[in-house]
């Protein structure tokens, strides 16, 4: 409920602090005495759009703050957890316009954006009267509203529950389609690629292996080939040691007579034969031990070739080779399971479907019952405001299948028997659809409804009856939610249980400025006795206003 509204520099309004009780309010005063400005005011503080003529001339910026008292789990609360804004004991919304059309927007004095603040002001405040936006004639809500007096407000979020799993296994379907369409195309090439990367068998790090041995075995052949070269200085037609042999074999035959002096050169010819013999056994061993193998070279080139190659072919790198092999062949097997998958799905959506349309079936048959209950009950409401040749109807009709269900629904009124029956707000004149909208509200109570209400002036230009009939209907309607009325019917303003007087008041001469007070007892009695008397006020006034309070 609405529990306290804070007005600075608001048109004719200076300062002004209003505190707000549970149950029926009512705002009464002269005509012109600013009660469309507090209204423009809460509006403006709900969400309205910006208007820098509201604020008080020679002001720079004025300023609304609207504090509700809502229960734990009101939905408003969802809508800030979703923002981020802590939770506080009250709800806050203030709005700050400044003179050159600038507006900002807070909720509990973090700063939020209008379309946040508009999505709260729903929340909290409707207003009802002959000129304002009101929920209950816009047919996008009346579906809601029936839902919601029918108590099918479970039903309904079954259904859309429903309709959302169709909507999950038809995209469910779609896709799988999708992938198989590509798959058919791509499966003759899917198939070739696979049995040559099976062929292929890459293994992850096989490269790097691959490279490393080949730079080992380059290294080595390296190796070798200075190994063979040594070899043959020591073998062959190059070699010395045929040649020192022979100088040796020759040298023995003369030896005798001339020992002393060739002698030591035979032993010197003996230690480098050795030495020779020596170096070239021990370059045959190094020859034999030397890891390298030209053709163990030239398949390990091929290797990294054909592995390289069939990198480039599939632009992918050689150690996902093996990946992309697998991806493959389960793309294959998917082809190749795909067209059962694809009967599971179709299934699944079959039998979703199936379950939507019954549920929605029997939403439509309880919404279409719930219908003639309302029209009861709304008739019974409309004789006592002088609307009893009118009629009210739910207009129902088959809409194609949605979250909502199959049901279009419609608030349709017959204002006069014989004429032409329609939308409730292209038919109905402005005081007949306040009335069937106080008749409305009256049979929803909190039903679908904001916690606060206020009425502005519905009961314009009806008489005494239709007058205490909306007082009566506003007082039930308040003991479900909070009512605020603006009124210039006494019947009305004398069943509410905080009354309050909105004047003008003039400060030397020249500055008028709103005030709003209070009235209690004989304060009370005296403005119903204005409202009943007009500008002088008599004791028959006084005791017609002291019979309708103590009505």
Same mark, same amino acid.
């Given at each position: 409920?609405?529990?306290?509204?804070?007005?600075? =520099?608001?048109?004719?309004?200076?300062?002004?602090?209003?505190?707000?009780?549970?149950?029926?309010?009512?705002?009464?005063?002269?005509?012109?005495?600013?009660?469309?400005?507090?209204? %423009?005011?809460?509006?403006?503080?709900?969400?309205?759009?910006?208007?820098?003529?509201?604020?008080?001339?020679?002001? @720079?910026?004025?300023?609304?703050?609207?504090?509700? =008292?809502?229960?734990?789990?009101?939905?408003?609360?969802?809508?800030?957890?979703?923002?981020?804004? @802590?939770?506080?004991?009250?709800?806050?919304?203030?709005?700050?316009?400044?003179?050159?059309?600038?507006?900002?927007?807070?909720?509990?004095?973090?700063?939020?954006?209008?379309?946040?603040?508009?999505?709260?002001?729903?929340?909290?405040?409707?207003?009802?009267?002959?000129?304002?936006? *009101?929920?209950?004639?816009?047919?996008?809500?009346?579906?809601?509203?029936?839902?919601?007096?029918?108590?099918?407000?479970?039903?309904?979020?079954?259904?859309?529950?429903?309709?959302?799993?169709?909507?999950?296994?038809?995209?469910?379907?779609?896709?799988?389609?999708?992938?198989?369409?590509?798959?058919?195309?791509?499966? %003759?090439?899917?198939?070739?690629?696979?049995?040559?990367?099976? @062929?292929?068998?890459?293994?992850?790090?096989?490269?790097?292996?691959?490279?490393?041995?080949?730079?080992?075995? @380059?290294?080595?052949?390296?190796?070798?080939?200075?190994? =063979?070269?040594?070899?043959?200085?020591?073998?062959?037609?190059?070699?010395?040691?045929?040649?020192?042999?022979?100088?040796?074999?020759?040298?023995?035959?003369?030896?005798?007579?001339?020992?002393?002096?060739?002698?030591?050169?035979?032993?010197?010819?003996?230690?480098? $034969?050795?030495?020779?013999?020596?170096? *070239?056994?021990?370059?045959?061993?190094?020859?034999?031990? $030397? %890891?390298?193998?030209?053709?163990?070279?030239?398949?390990?080139?091929?290797?990294?070739?054909? $592995?390289?190659?069939?990198?480039?072919?599939?632009?992918?790198?050689?150690?996902?080779?093996?990946?992309?092999?697998?991806?493959?062949?389960?793309?294959?097997?998917?082809? %190749?399971?795909?067209?059962?998958?694809?009967?599971?799905?179709?299934?699944?959506?079959? &039998?979703?479907?199936?379950?939507?349309?019954?549920?929605?079936?029997?939403?439509?048959? *309880?919404?279409?019952?719930?219908?003639?209950?309302?029209?009861?009950?709304?008739?019974?409401?409309?004789?006592?405001?002088?609307?009893?040749?009118?009629?009210?109807?739910?207009?129902?009709?088959?809409?194609?299948?949605?979250?909502?269900?199959?049901?279009?629904?419609?608030?349709?009124?017959?204002? =006069?028997?014989?004429?032409?029956?329609?939308?409730?707000?292209?038919?109905?004149?402005?005081?007949?659809?306040?009335?069937?909208?106080?008749?409305?509200?009256?049979?929803?109570?909190? &039903?679908?409804?904001?916690?606060?209400?206020?009425?502005?002036?519905?009961?314009?230009?009806?008489?005494?009856?239709?007058?205490?009939?909306?007082?009566?209907?506003?007082?039930?309607?308040?003991?479900?939610?909070?009512?605020?009325?603006?009124?210039?019917?006494?019947?009305?303003?004398?069943?509410?249980?905080?009354?309050?007087?909105?004047?003008?008041?003039?400060?030397?001469?020249?500055?008028?400025?709103?005030?709003?007070?209070?009235?209690?007892?004989?304060?009370? *009695?005296?403005?119903?006795?204005?409202?009943?008397?007009?500008?002088?006020?008599?004791?028959?006034?006084?005791?017609?206003?002291?019979?309708?309070?103590?009505?």
């Amino acid at each position: 409920m609405l529990s306290r509204l804070s007005v600075r =520099n608001i048109v004719l309004i200076d300062a002004l602090d209003l505190s707000f009780e549970t149950g029926f309010t009512v705002l009464t005063g002269e005509t012109g005495a600013g009660k469309s400005i507090l209204l %423009d005011a809460l509006s403006l503080a709900l969400g309205a759009k910006a208007d820098g003529n509201l604020v008080r001339t020679g002001e @720079a910026s004025g300023s609304i703050a609207a504090t509700f =008292n809502v229960a734990p789990n009101h939905p408003a609360f969802a809508i800030l957890d979703e923002a981020g804004i @802590a939770r506080d004991d009250a709800l806050i919304v203030r709005r700050v316009q400044n003179a050159d059309g600038k507006a900002r927007a807070f909720v509990n004095d973090q700063p939020v954006s209008v379309g946040l603040l508009r999505q709260l002001g729903a929340l909290l405040v409707e207003v009802h009267g002959q000129h304002a936006d *009101r929920s209950l004639v816009q047919a996008s809500h009346h579906r809601r509203l029936l839902d919601a007096f029918g108590g099918l407000a479970g039903e309904a979020s079954h259904v859309a529950r429903l309709w959302q799993n169709l909507k999950d296994a038809e995209e469910a379907l779609a896709a799988h389609e999708e992938k198989l369409a590509a798959a058919r195309e791509e499966a %003759d090439f899917l198939r070739a690629a696979v049995e040559e990367l099976e @062929a292929l068998d890459p293994e992850p790090g096989e490269e790097e292996r691959l490279t490393a041995g080949r730079q080992s075995m @380059a290294a080595a052949e390296k190796v070798a080939g200075d190994l =063979n070269e040594a070899a043959g200085s020591l073998e062959g037609s190059r070699s010395p040691i045929p040649t020192l042999a022979g100088v040796l074999r020759k040298l023995e035959r003369k030896r005798e007579g001339a020992e002393e002096q060739l002698n030591p050169v035979m032993d010197a010819l003996s230690v480098a $034969l050795d030495a020779l013999e020596e170096a *070239r056994s021990t370059i045959a061993e190094a020859q034999r031990s $030397l %890891d390298f193998d030209p053709q163990q070279l030239e398949g390990l080139e091929e290797r990294l070739f054909a $592995l390289r190659a069939a990198s480039r072919k599939f632009k992918t790198p050689v150690d996902d080779l093996a990946d992309l092999a697998a991806r493959m062949a389960d793309e294959l097997t998917d082809l %190749d399971a795909g067209e059962a998958r694809r009967d599971l799905l179709a299934g699944e959506v079959a &039998k979703t479907e199936r379950a939507y349309r019954e549920a929605a079936a029997a939403l439509s048959e *309880r919404r279409q019952a719930t219908a003639g209950t309302l029209e009861a009950a709304v008739a019974a409401e409309l004789g006592p405001l002088k609307l009893d040749k009118a009629t009210f109807m739910v207009r129902h009709e088959t809409a194609a299948p949605g979250p909502e269900g199959v049901d279009q629904i419609a608030f349709w009124v017959q204002t =006069n028997p014989g004429s032409p029956p329609g939308p409730i707000m292209k038919v109905a004149s402005g005081g007949e659809l306040s009335r069937f909208l106080l008749a409305l509200k009256v049979c929803l109570a909190d &039903k679908g409804s904001a916690s606060t209400l206020i009425f502005d002036e519905i009961d314009t230009g009806v008489g005494g009856a239709v007058s205490d009939a909306i007082g009566v209907r506003m007082a039930r309607l308040a003991d479900a939610v909070q009512v605020v009325s603006i009124t210039h019917a006494p019947q009305v303003a004398a069943r509410a249980n905080q009354h309050l007087l909105i004047a003008k008041t003039h400060t030397n001469g020249s500055t008028t400025s709103t005030s709003v007070r209070p009235l209690e007892g004989k304060e009370r *009695r005296e403005e119903i006795a204005r409202m009943l008397a007009g500008a002088t006020i008599t004791d028959e006034a006084r005791a017609a206003a002291d019979k309708l309070i103590g009505a």
